[in-house]
């Protein structure tokens, strides 16, 4: 799985009574377990926002993100207000929160770059949680970070731009069987 909160919920289904010897693991250790990773990016570095509800449980989640991309990733520390009800139900805490993340990552983009916002993509943030992608996301316009999930900047940079486009396009044209149940 790639989302922390549905790790934990899994976990209590108790797999292994209905599937022995089956695991639940974090995609992204299962990606370092079989060796996939990519080699250093000379035009981008990356910042990693480690969810509350983190998947990555059993290493830490900062050296998965480094070891799959191939170079050092720093954390971006601090919370991004978005997971849950959180936003929804407190949204005048929440803000507060969102408003030191974004303050995290300019800090951030100016160690890496010594410059106030990142352009060009020359920084990314990286995430394993829907719920913080979507709350990082909001800071792109005043930071120039773009925000994605590891997996994703992986396919992006191993199969191209648009990698996602020529998926579905394969799929569409039949090379998955579909099955119905």
Not at 5 to 26: A, K, M, N, S, V
Not at 129 to 140: A, D, K, M, V
């Amino acid at each position: 799985v790639s989302c922390g909160t549905c790790l934990t919920q899994l976990e209590r289904y108790e797999f292994q009574r209905i599937f022995p010897g089956c695991r639940l693991i974090d995609i992204h250790e299962l990606l370092l377990e079989k060796g996939y990773g990519l080699e250093a990016s000379e035009a981008t570095q990356y910042l990693y926002h480690d969810p509350c509800h983190t998947p990555i449980k059993t290493q830490s989640p900062t050296g998965v993100a480094s070891r799959l991309m191939g170079q050092p990733v720093q954390l971006s520390d601090r919370c991004c207000g978005e997971s849950g009800v959180f936003a929804i139900s407190r949204p005048d805490i929440a803000g507060q929160v969102g408003h030191r993340k974004q303050e995290e990552i300019h800090k951030g983009v100016e160690a890496l770059t010594g410059a106030p916002r990142a352009e060009d993509g020359n920084v990314r943030m990286l995430t394993t949680c829907p719920s913080c992608l979507e709350g990082l996301s909001r800071y792109r316009a005043d930071t120039g970070v773009e925000a994605d999930y590891i997996v994703t900047e992986m396919a992006r940079r191993l199969l191209g731009e648009r990698w996602q486009e020529d998926f579905l396009q394969r799929t569409r044209r039949g090379s998955m069987e579909k099955v119905l149940l």
